[in-house]
């Protein structure tokens, strides 16, 4: 019984990596399997056989997930491009609100003064001897430049990449390609380390969703491996790496995602097409408002 429930949770967990928008990471939390999953993603071969009967089940459900949503994804990318893009620029905008709440959460734990739960006398006469200007909170600041650099690049790669941004999916193998689907899919590993943060989020923010969901419908093992490697590496160095960050510098951490979020925009915008289209897109995009919105609001 237990190993048919965590099949369930594993497929659930897979269909929720594949929708941007939809954090693998909360529902990993919410199903109470987050930690012990964290557990797992190691390069202790003993470790991870000794949990077996949980790696193997839970696995398996996420990988049948993945690939059978991700044909349905493919699919609407390939039929009505403009109005799918339109529903993720809805699902973007209502996860903003979400990560806005946990930028202010995050910047007012970090001001001089504030007391954390962890903190211990030294800390805590450290934080009260922080430098402020003119009454401006420093984390704040910082949080603030973070924000701009990060919209600042998602403008950029827009500029650059104007192909992968207006929804073109890449299928030839190339090295240039098969290098940023490495370091992307090794940042969106990462962010599915993050509960509240989801990695095909990322994926589309950073101009390789389509292709990625391509890649795995048609099964097209050139571009997979290359992925594969990225996803497997920033699982394995992510996880210390992004509790050090939000440990340390939580501010500044959301205020990068925060620009990220933002900058996406521009990156996966089609266009309006006819206005019978635009007509649809927009009802598409509420709809992945109304969608991320309710699924992100925190308890």
Known sequence: MEIIKLIGIGIILGVANVIPGVSGGTLAVVFNVYDRLLGVITLNVKKILSEWKFVLPLGGGMAAGIILFSKLIAFLFARYPVQTNW????????????????????????????????????????????PEKNGVRLPAVSAIVCCAAALALMIVLTCTDAAEAGGVIRTDFSFTLALRLFFALALAAVAMIIPGI??????????????????????????????????????????????????????????AIFGLILGSVFVIFPGCGTPVVFAVSLVCAAAGFCVSFFASREK
């Open 87 to 130: 529903f993720f620029i809805g699902i973007i905008a209502g996860s903003i609100p979400m990560i806005y709440k946990r930028l202010l959460g995050a910047a007012k734990t970090s001001e001089p003064g504030a007391v954390r739960p962890a903190a211990d006398a030294d800390r805590l006469r450290a934080t009260r001897r922080s």
């Open 198 to 255: 989801s990695g095909s989020f990322l994926m589309l923010v950073l101009g390789v969703y389509g292709t990625i969901i391509a890649a795995v419908a048609d099964m097209n093992i050139p571009l997979l491996i290359p992925a594969a490697l990225g996803a497997i590496a920033g699982l394995l160095g992510g996880a210390g790496l992004v509790r050090f960050l939000l440990a340390k510098v939580p501010a500044q951490t959301y205020g």
